[in-house]
Nanobody, 126 residues
Framework: QVQLAESGGGLVQAGGSLRLHCAAS????????MGWFRQAPGKERENVAV????????YLTDSVKGRFTVSRNNAKNTIDLQMVRLKPEDTAVYYC???????????????????WGQGTQVTVSS
């Protein structure tokens, strides 16, 4: 079992920056494909980014390309989401998630990820 805990959310003006942090405990972090998801009120949970065990970006949703950067530290069992030039439409609860399947077949949907953090709220004001 792995536990995930996000931090770093908050209220920021449009154009501002935030860095989200996700710390994992339990399990073997290096084995996990890690993802960042977000869910805005009334909308489905959206995949923002997926990173492989080696730090390679597997997926980055088009709306955040050039603005969001993902980094992981396998020695510290952490993964971060650096967000710059934030927009009001980035407002959502952000979750980190782990896919422990070690499958070579990459799935990006939320149901492919079996461990989730509690989420952290990001609010971008216009």
């Amino acid at each position: 079992q792995v536990q995930l805990a996000e931090s770093g959310g908050g209220l920021v003006q449009a154009g501002g920056s935030l860095r989200l942090h996700c710390a994992a405990s339990g399990g073997t972090f290096i084995n996990y494909r890690m993802g960042w998801f977000r869910q805005a009120p009334g909308k489905e949970r959206e995949n923002v980014a997926v990173m492989g065990w080696n730090g390679a970006i597997i997926y980055l949703t088009d709306s955040v390309k050039g603005r969001f950067t993902v980094s992981r530290n396998n020695a510290k069992n952490t993964i971060d989401l650096q967000m710059v030039r934030l927009k009001p439409e980035d407002t959502a609860v952000y979750y980190c998630a782990a896919d422990s399947s070690r499958s070579t077949y990459i799935r990006l949907s939320p149901d492919a990820f079996d461990y989730w953090g509690q989420g952290t709220q990001v609010t971008v004001s216009s």
